[in-house]
């Protein structure tokens, strides 16, 4: 956070640079000094405008799809299984050249770490029948 950002002491209008100087900063307005974006939503909105108090960063998904919570677990389960299904609709999947072309390169990728790992191996077991051989 810049220091123009952060809140002037009481009492002072204008504030210094930290480093003695004893540069002005420029004057600090009060709309400034309020936080913008997500971290200022310490409130939701509904789609009718209304505010419904809450914690930031806590989104309440009854509330946002319209439906009520409920204890029921078969419907709890369906609920969850609709929002997978429509979260699975907004995936961009792969064509099958991708696919393939993905498949040959893990599969090169651990056929060279196995040969490395053999290799590694192979010589430290020569090397400890040498040493205590």
Do not use: C, H
């Amino acid at each position: 956070m810049a220091k123009r950002d952060r809140k002037a002491p009481d009492g002072d209008a204008e504030r210094t640079t930290g480093d003695d100087t004893g540069i002005d900063v420029d004057v600090i307005e009060a709309d400034e000094m309020k936080p913008s974006g997500k971290r200022r939503a310490r409130e939701r909105r509904t789609a009718s405008g209304e505010s419904l108090p809450g914690k930031a960063g806590v989104v309440d998904v009854a509330a946002e799809e319209g439906t009520e919570t409920t204890r029921n677990p078969f419907l709890r389960v369906w609920i969850f299984l609709k929002q997978v299904v429509t979260e699975l609709k907004k995936v961009i999947w792969p064509t099958r050249r991708e696919m393939i072309v993905y498949s040959i390169g893990v599969l090169i990728f651990v056929a060279l770490v196995t040969a490395v790992i053999f290799g590694l191996d192979i010589g430290f077991a020569k090397l400890t029948l040498l040493v205590f051989g």
